[in-house]
């Protein structure tokens, strides 16, 4: 079979690059996934379900990592991302035309085409959101973000602390509004009180076009080169199969391959197809067809850690999750009316902060931030105990759960492979917080989030703290608990990272095409130059 252009491993880009490229009849595209259709699944659509798809579950790929040593040894679940919409700051981009030297990356310029992705619907409920979130920040593309529309008890805490407060604690009209510090109404892929996905918005409204055809449950085992060009290899043909015992079969690409397997599924690709450090490769019997011993290499994710408040409410929704004759109403809610608040992002609010300027650890480390406007770590507020997957939800109780995220990272990390076998899961390594600078990070946004629920308006709703982390004190004693509950929030990127054109280093040039090679191109978060 042979396609003008190949969409590999399709994913959230993929499915971009699919709808954008087959808008010219001329071109016949081949979306490939891995992984199942999302029609039906339950859990899938309904966005307050959204985090029973994780960690091991039929929709996510299963990965595990290999042991943290500053973790304590622990292996991690290390699942996918999913409801929650957030884009960084504006420098955040700008910053990354500085490091690759392109000045088609910076915002001003990256701005038009974030516009055309998505645009800002109503909340379920229809309630005014006047103030809350500034429309001219939204544009008029096919994924439908809201506010969530039964705003909790935390919801309103958390904006009236915040709209009191300090500079420690700025309120932000929208998190999505350019300036990337501040916290805000949460703002998630919902529209109509379903998920909006890439999926939904982008391939499902292509699979009419005749010059389109999808595979599903189809994994690529490798690219293959077909010659040389200008000293070059040609990759144009493409090996897959439905499992690891079935047939392979190939597809060749007239024009190109794009790959959008994402920050895992992509440097294992690339490598399986010869592409990466020479020496690691030949090591399990892979044959070298291009050195780029970046492939793989500087994984960036973000560290999360749970920690548990005892609140006097009984409006939270833990018992949602406890009594099935509750749950089951709230589903059958949803499924009649797509509304309720099975419509809505289980998430009461979120935050972006930063370290104060005059913090003791910038003795000894420069700011990795991309300037004032962008935060070094993440609270997010939810009004029940969302299990961390190492603490057991209670029997009783009300709770309320505030996580914090490491979001300027200095703690680097790698995807390798320890087989040639394309259906063996890769190592994965997000070697969280090596870096003393993660570390200090971690325990000052813990710090931090105490002292937030002390301010006037949390008086007699929060009634004291639960678990592990909430009885440590001093810096050390909260730092060996956070080493003991830290996950990831799953945002990895950086591992075929661009570059400028002419640069040693890297994977990519800045028109995202693999470098040294001919017809081979990657669309998704593992080119990130730095986390945004």
């Not at 010869?274 to 399990?284: C, H, K, P, T, V």
């Not at 730092?479 to 075929?496: G, N, S, Y």
Request: aromatic residues 8%.
């Amino acid at each position: 079979m042979r396609f003008t252009l190949y969409s590999s491993e399709a994913g959230a880009a993929g499915n971009v690059v699919a709808s954008r490229l087959s808008e010219n009849p001329n071109f016949s595209v081949l979306v490939v996934e891995a992984g199942v259709t999302n029609e039906g699944v339950v859990p899938i659509a309904v966005p307050f379900l959204a985090p029973t798809n994780q960690p091991m579950t039929a929709v996510t790929w299963n990965y595990t990592t290999v042991p943290q040593s500053n973790l304590d040894g622990r292996i991690l679940t290390y699942p996918r991302d999913f409801l929650v919409y957030t884009r960084g700051s504006n420098e955040g981009y700008d910053q990354w035309a500085n490091l690759i030297g392109d000045d088609s990356w910076a915002w001003r310029n990256l701005e038009p085409f974030y516009l055309k992705s998505s645009r800002l619907v109503p909340p379920v409920d229809g309630r005014n959101t006047s103030g809350l979130v500034d429309p001219r920040a939204h544009g008029d593309g096919p994924i439908e973000i809201s506010l969530i529309g039964m705003p909790t008890e935390l919801t309103k805490l958390m904006l009236e602390t915040s709209l009191n407060s300090t500079s420690e604690f700025p309120f932000t009209v929208d998190i999505n509004g350019g300036n990337g510090v501040g916290i805000g109404a949460p703002q998630s892929t919902v529209g109509g009180g379903q998920r909006s996905s890439s999926a939904t918005a982008y391939l499902e409204p292509i699979l009419t076009r005749k010059n389109v055809d999808v595979l599903i449950q189809t994994t690529v085992t490798r690219l293959i080169t077909t010659g040389s060009s200008e000293g070059k290899p040609v990759f144009s043909k493409v090996e897959m199969a439905t499992n690891s015992t079935s047939k392979r079969v190939t597809v060749t690409a007239r024009k190109e391959i794009v790959l959008s397997a994402g920050a895992i599924g992509t440097p294992q690709i690339l490598m399986l197809s010869g592409i990466g450090d020479r020496s690691s490769l030949e090591a399990i019997g892979i044959k070298s067809r291009l050195h780029l011993p970046d492939v793989g290499q500087n994984l960036v994710d973000h560290p999360i850690i749970a920690s548990f408040f005892n609140v006097t409410s009984n409006k939270t929704s833990d018992d949602i999750f406890r009594n099935s004759t509750l749950f089951n109403a709230d589903l059958a809610q949803w499924t009649a009316h797509k509304d309720g608040i099975f419509a809505n992002l289980p998430s009461s609010g979120a935050g972006f902060l930063r370290l104060p300027d005059n913090a003791t650890i910038f003795t000894n480390f420069s700011d990795p931030t991309a300037g004032p406007k962008s935060p070094h770590f993440e609270i997010i507020f939810s009004d029940y105990f969302n299990p961390d997957g190492i603490v057991p939800r209670p029997a009783t109780g009300s709770y309320m759960t505030i996580s914090v995220a490491v979001l300027s990272p200095l703690s680097r990390g790698s995807v390798t492979l320890n087989s040639s076998d394309p259906f063996a899961f890769p190592n994965i390594d997000p070697n969280f917080l090596s870096s003393p600078f993660d570390q200090f990070v971690a325990v000052e946004a813990i710090k931090s989030i105490r002292r937030f629920v002390t301010a006037p308006p949390w008086t007699g709703f929060v009634s004291g703290q639960f678990g592990n982390v909430g009885s440590a004190q001093t810096d050390d004693e909260i730092l060996a608990e956070i080493r003991q509950v830290t996950r990831t929030i799953f945002h990895p990127t950086c591992t075929a990272r661009m570059s400028p054109k002419d640069a040693k280093w890297g994977v990519v040039d800045p028109e995202l095409l693999v470098k040294g090679a001919v017809g081979l191109r990657v669309v998704d978060a593992s080119v990130f130059p730095a986390s945004p």
